[in-house]
T-cell receptor, first 115, second 114 residues
Framework: DTGVSQDPRHKITKRGQNVTFRCDPISEHNRLYWYRQTLGQGPEFLTY????????KSRLLSDRFSAERPKGSFSTLEIQRTEQGDSAMYLC?????????????FGSGTRLTVV | AQSVSQHNHHVILSEAASLELGCNYS??????LFWYVQYPGQHLQLLLKYFSGDPLVKGIKGFEAEFIKSKFSFNLRKPSVQWSDTAEYFC????????????FGDGTTLTVKP
């Protein structure tokens, strides 16, 4: 297993366009998380899944953001009608739900630039 | 809602100096605590974690952290830093009542001069 994979690494899009990011977690991890990070800030929680169920979504997240995790494997994060304020690094992480291994394994992130 | 405060935004040390990075959290219940590190050009990696038991936890590369419950603190320490420790360090807290949601501090950039 090579860790958490995110695709694409970079995305430049025009304001108003839709974008979709993909995350492939560590195969035995049943939890998957999406975070957003801007310069000078720590990662900010967006949403997380346990298996295929989306258990929580940040109240800060507008309706333009949606995430899915069909079959409890990979996940996609879609942003509709992108705005310049959406420019950020989008991080995916995975973990086991409980136990001594609980701690995130992060992917390298997708850097979104909205122009 | 929980919050995490990292007091030092940028720390500059010479090699062999001792390191202590502060982390305080705000949450009324039981928490798990983490330190993550991001080396230049790399992704975030788990450095160490505290769940319960001994409040002094040891992580990779000689780092350790001490949980002081009365102070809501989880400071990161290393007795002697190396140039390769240059990185950004993030403290994170996860409440037991919502183990799916970690809150991160804004990070401390450590620069170690050779």
């Amino acid at each position: 297993d090579t860790g958490v994979s995110q695709d694409p690494r970079h995305k430049i899009t025009k304001r108003g366009q839709n974008v979709t990011f993909r995350c492939d977690p560590i195969s035995e991890h049943n939890r998957l998380y999406w975070y957003r990070q801007t310069l000078g800030q720590g990662p900010e929680f967006l949403t997380y899944f346990q298996n295929e169920a989306q258990l929580e979504k940040s109240r800060l997240l507008s309706d333009r953001f949606s995430a899915e995790r069909p079959k409890g494997s990979f996940s996609t994060l879609e942003i509709q009608r992108t705005e310049q304020g959406d420019s950020a690094m989008y991080l995916c992480a995975s973990s086991l739900a409980r136990g001594e291994d609980y701690g995130y394994t992060f992917g390298s992130g997708t850097r979104l630039t909205v122009v | 809602a929980q919050s995490v405060s990292q007091h030092n935004h940028h720390v500059i040390l010479s090699e062999a100096a001792s390191l202590e990075l502060g982390c305080n959290y705000s949450y009324g219940g039981t928490v798990n605590l983490f330190w993550y590190v991001q080396y230049p050009g790399q992704h975030l990696q788990l450095l160490l974690k505290y769940f319960s038991g001994d409040p002094l936890v040891k992580g990779i590369k000689g780092f350790e952290a001490e949980f002081i419950k009365s102070k809501f603190s989880f400071n990161l320490r290393k007795p002697s830093v190396q140039w390769s420790d240059t990185a950004e360090y993030f403290c994170a807290v996860t409440p037991w009542t919502n183990a799916g949601k970690s809150t991160f501090g804004d990070g401390t950039t450590l620069t170690v001069k050779p």
